[in-house]
């Protein structure tokens, strides 16, 4: 070791220091590279006179070498230090590392590459022609996977351009707002005002109160928005929002049998995870202007005394599906809270129903109450009797809630306390909308009764007027008829044959099913005469066109709707619905 009492050496000092990398003779030439890189040195620190390399460690790539880089280095080159001798063998000095750079800048002279068994023994390994098989198999394999690598990186950039060029948002839109249900207005509203942001609305199904009580629900609202055009589809949404052809990368690369080159171009066929999906507003001079407009559009149009009758009463029953969604959400929290099983499908109708039904006659708060006393039964049964089976606490609880249900709603007298809140389940935002903003009353407190007296006398409709909903079916049939690729109208016939048949969907079903079995039947009957005249998907269009002539009423579920609007509903679910795929429910995309 040299005599390090004096003075910190300067940077001209250590200037002197720096090594010459001499390359060995007959090494692999990526050896003698890796070994520059990693004594590439930048210069000094001022201050402390540490070494400042060129490259950090980790950033210089050994694969196929091994990992200790300092060996790897000493296989292909020697750093040698001018004027200064190994401490054992008294030759020249060959560094070992950057450390032992670093002892050398401090003063002492470490041994040289030579005398240093261990990193002989490594650098040995490393040039051994045995495993130059290994090490090219190694390489071989990197390269593979950086071009497949290369690949998915383009595969993902073709799918955000696809996403780009299919739903670019184009202002000023001189379109004028859709006529829209007022279920749909209300949705749309309750986004546009409880979103955390509107550019874009992004995480619906995250919202820590839902848009709609039932969070399984709202992907199927959202759909609903956009194929009624209040809203639309953002660029910025993820391409895991979106279905594709081919479904993955990895199915594309399946489908080109491993050749990198021969993979397509990624195609969207147009359906979406509508709770993936970002959205915004479409219709305005600017995107920020586009909300205001629609929000003020919607206020207006939802103004009860600008209502018709027809209106009005589709308002109130908007109120009347969500005092019940809202209680059936909290039935499903309480089971969850109880630790009790939820609720079993062959049972999920009748409590349903029973909700719908109370929901007509109590307001929110006292519909909680029922919820608290069911669970709290089934709960208190669970405990008595710890070896039956947890599920039948949970036909307790929907038992004792159709029950108390029913009481409630044939004794208006029955005094029941009202719940004011339940901590952690707030109103959902469509809740909100409706109550706060539409109705200016306490989804809580305010029953639908209430409601209905507090509404100001109807406008009258103009003679000649059309019915509610028929723009909107008018842009359904329109729709269809410009996305033939999207649907498949084979399958209506087997739909109507399906509802046809069909008895045993719910309690009602033995009166109600004979109507909707027989409206069914007259539009298959149409769709016969039709089909084989004018062609399937025109014969399709012209049933759909044709089922607001079924105007008899029923009630499934505890919702009382036209038959041509139930089975045209259903007939959705049975072929326009694109198929649920493990990440979800799909909706399909309208063309805009």
Not at 196 to 213: E, Q
Request: aromatic fraction near 6%.
């Amino acid at each position: 070791m040299s005599d390090d009492s004096g003075p910190r050496p300067t940077v001209d000092d250590l200037v002197q220091l720096i090594p010459a990398v001499v390359p060995l003779e007959g090494v692999d030439a990526e050896l003698v590279v890796i070994g520059e890189r990693y004594w590439a040195l930048a210069g000094f620190a001022p201050e402390l006179g540490t070494p400042v390399w060129c490259e950090k460690v980790k950033d210089i790539d050994t694969v196929g070498w091994g990992h200790q880089i300092y060996a790897v280095a000493a296989a292909g080159v020697r750093a040698v230090v001018a004027g200064r001798l190994c401490s054992q063998c008294g030759g020249p000095l060959s560094l070992t590392s950057r450390a032992a750079f670093q002892q050398v800048c401090e003063g002492y002279d470490p041994a040289c590459v030579d005398c240093n068994e261990s990193l002989t023994a490594a650098v040995r390994l490393i040039i051994d022609p045995a495993r130059k098989a290994k090490r090219e198999a190694a390489r071989a394999k990197a390269e593979e996977r950086n071009a497949v690598d290369s690949a998915h990186a383009r595969w993902n950039r073709l799918q955000r351009e696809a996403i780009a060029e299919e739903y670019a948002a184009v202002f000023p839109s001189n379109g004028e707002m859709p006529a829209s249900g007022v279920r749909e207005m209300v949705g749309a509203l309750a986004l546009l005002r409880y979103a955390p942001s509107t550019s874009p609305i992004a995480g619906v199904g995250s919202w820590p109160d839902p848009l709609y009580p039932d969070n399984s629900k709202t992907g199927s609202l959202l759909g609903t928005l956009i194929r009624a055009d209040l809203l639309r589809i953002h660029a910025s949404s993820p391409v895991t929002a979106f279905v594709w052809e081919p479904a993955t990368f990895e199915e594309a690369l399946r489908e080109a049998e491993g050749d990198l080159d021969a993979i397509g171009t990624p195609h969207l066929p147009g359906s979406f995870y509508p709770l993936a999906a970002h959205y915004y507003a479409p219709h305005g001079t600017s995107a920020g202007k586009a909300v205001e407009e629609l929000d003020a559009h919607l206020t207006a149009a939802l103004a009860p005394a600008g209502m018709t009758e027809g209106r009005q009463e589709d308002l109130l029953a908007v109120a009347r599906e969500l005092i019940a969604e809202e209680a059936l959400r909290y039935f499903t929290n309480r089971l969850e809270d109880l630790n009790l099983p939820a609720v079993p499908e062959n049972h999920a109708a009748r409590l349903s129903e029973a909700a719908y039904k109370v929901a007509e006659i109590r307001p929110i708060g006292e519909i909680y109450n029922l919820v608290w006393r069911a669970t709290r039964a089934a709960a208190e049964a669970a405990q008595k009797n710890p070896r039956a089976p947890r599920a039948h606490m949970t036909t307790h609880a929907v038992n004792r809630f159709e029950t108390d249900a029913q009481r409630a709603t044939a004794d208006p007298g029955w005094e029941l306390k009202s719940f004011t809140a339940i901590t952690g389940q707030g109103p959902a935002a469509m809740t909100r909308a409706l109550f706060y903003n539409i109705l200016d009353s306490d989804p809580i407190e305010t029953s639908l009764p209430q409601l209905r007296e507090a509404l100001p006398e109807p406008v009258v409709a103009p003679r000649g007027a059309a019915p509610a909903g028929g723009d909107e079916l008018a842009a359904t049939v329109a729709w269809l008829n410009s996305r033939p690729d999207a649907w498949d109208p084979h399958l209506v016939a087997a739909g109507l044959s399906v509802l046809a048949d069909e008895r045993e969907d719910s309690p009602e079903w033995h009166y109600e099913g004979r109507i909707l079995a027989r409206g069914a039947g007259q539009l298959l009957r149409l769709y016969g005469r039709l089909a084989p005249v004018i062609g399937v998907r025109e014969a399709v269009l012209a049933v759909i066109a044709a089922t607001p002539m079924l105007v008899h009423p029923v009630t499934i579920d505890g919702t009382t709707l036209n038959s041509g609007t139930w089975i045209l509903d259903r007939i959705g679910t049975l072929f326009l619905a694109p198929p649920v795929e493990e990440t979800g429910d799909t909706e399909d995309v309208p063309e805009e």
